[in-house]
């Protein structure tokens, strides 16, 4: 039996990995901690919310003293760390949380770990881990060609990167100093059920299906690097059983894509599947994200070579998939963009 502690598991990648982990698991016992900010909703945890192996805790990872005694009382083992402040655009309006919830945070929770950890004897022990759920945009922007390696120089820019790329330099030091079995992993743009309809994708399928128009940044010729949020979930699975203590992953399956790209392929979807009043004539260019990274790419072959993971869902799939996702559940996206959001939502685009 493994204990975990998923932390941040009412969000978007946090509560797929939750659900992928009960189906494939019998024996194991997943403890969720999430503060439930803006973006946590336990509407995403639904269809397990009885499940016996699970539960959730209220709480923010910057209160150490509670989280000292979570991992105690449930005997945890591994630690998953999803818990962060994610959205780009509101650390440009507002640095501050991301330095609080993904730097302060990440802090609090290795010091809780490390003292239960040292406790139980140290060392490296099978099934024991704390793994940071980090992100390719620490290594800031790439030109037309190459990819990010693990050994490719982090160079945030935004102050969520930067956050980010604090966070997997304290990690690393919990390595170097303690040898605490840690691992980090630096994935790409993930896409799926539960996103919150902040982020592109989601935002896009949304905005088409009220037909409202498409904000697209810039030239909108920046490219993303697209991975099925349960394609990520499996890697870090794989990552916190088998990764090398110490290691850093990057994850991506090469489906790099500029944005207009993404939101023609929605409009065309749904032009066909919901309302012909969806078009191309919704595409609307506004003003240039402040520090827009123009690229992203993963060169993902050390997680293929030395995991043996390799990504299942081909983009064309994985993004009707999620088109689907997004029409069946209509009263989740209602539920979820309801209140706080809506204020932050007008504040930027109007109503
Ligand atoms: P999300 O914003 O959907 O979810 C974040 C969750 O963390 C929410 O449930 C929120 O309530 C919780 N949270 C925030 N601050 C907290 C705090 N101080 N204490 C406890 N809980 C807190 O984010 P996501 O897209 O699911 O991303 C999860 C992780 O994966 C993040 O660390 C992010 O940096 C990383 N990541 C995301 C992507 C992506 O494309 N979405 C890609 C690579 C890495
Ligand atoms: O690369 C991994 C990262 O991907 C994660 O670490 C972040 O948590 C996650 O939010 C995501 O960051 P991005 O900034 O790439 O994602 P976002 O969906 O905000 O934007 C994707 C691209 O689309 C980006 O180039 C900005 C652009 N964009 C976004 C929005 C919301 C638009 O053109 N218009 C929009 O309205």
């Not at 945890?76 to 609080?100: C, G, L, M, Q, Y």
């Not at 992993?185 to 399928?205: A, D, H, V, W």
Request: include cysteine.
């Amino acid at each position: 039996m493994k204990n975990i502690l998923v932390t941040g598991g009412a969000g978007f990648i946090g509560s797929n990995f939750i659900i992928y982990m009960l189906k494939n698991y019998e024996d194991i016992r997943l403890v969720n901690l999430d503060a439930l900010t803006y973006a946590g909703n336990l509407e995403n945890l639904k269809e397990i919310e009885g499940d016996g192996r699970y539960s959730f805790i209220q709480a923010d990872i910057c209160d150490g003293e509670t989280i000292g005694e979570i991992l105690k009382e449930h005997e945890i083992d591994t630690v998953i760390n999803f818990a962060a402040e994610s959205h780009v655009d509101r650390s440009i309006s507002d640095p501050e949380i991301f330095i609080k919830s993904n730097v302060l945070g990440v802090s609090t929770l290795l010091g809780a770990a490390k003292r239960l950890w040292e406790k139980e004897g140290g060392g490296f022990k099978e099934g024991v881990k704390f793994l940071q759920v980090s992100t390719d945009e620490v290594y800031g922007s790439l030109g037309p060609e190459g990819f990010f390696t693990e050994t490719t120089p982090l160079d945030p820019h935004s102050p969520y990167s930067a956050s980010k790329a604090s966070a997997d330099l304290l990690v690393k030091a919990y390595y170097d100093t303690f040898k605490m079995p840690v691992n980090i992993t630096r994935c790409s743009n993930n896409y799926g059920p539960f996103q919150f309809p902040e982020k592109l994708i989601p935002l896009m399928i949304n905005n088409c299906l009220s037909l409202k128009s498409l904000p697209v940044y810039g030239d909108g010729m920046q490219v993303r690097d697209w991975l099925y949020v349960e394609d990520h979930c499996r890697a870090i699975d794989l990552v916190a059983r088998r990764g090398v203590p110490g290691e850093v992953y990057n994850i991506g399956g090469h489906n790099e894509r500029p944005n207009v790209f993404i939101v023609e392929t929605i409009i065309d979807y749904l032009h066909e599947k919901v309302d012909s009043a969806i078009d191309r004539s919704l595409i609307k260019h506004v003003e240039d994200r402040k520090g827009h990274d123009r690229r992203y790419g993963i060169d993902p072959e050390k997680i293929k070579n030395e995991l043996g993971w390799e990504p299942t869902t081909a983009f064309e799939d994985g993004i009707v998939l999620t088109m689907d996702w997004y029409l069946q559940n209509r009263d989740w996206t209602e539920k979820v963009t309801s209140g706080e959001y809506q204020k932050y939502y007008e504040e930027h685009y109007g109503k």
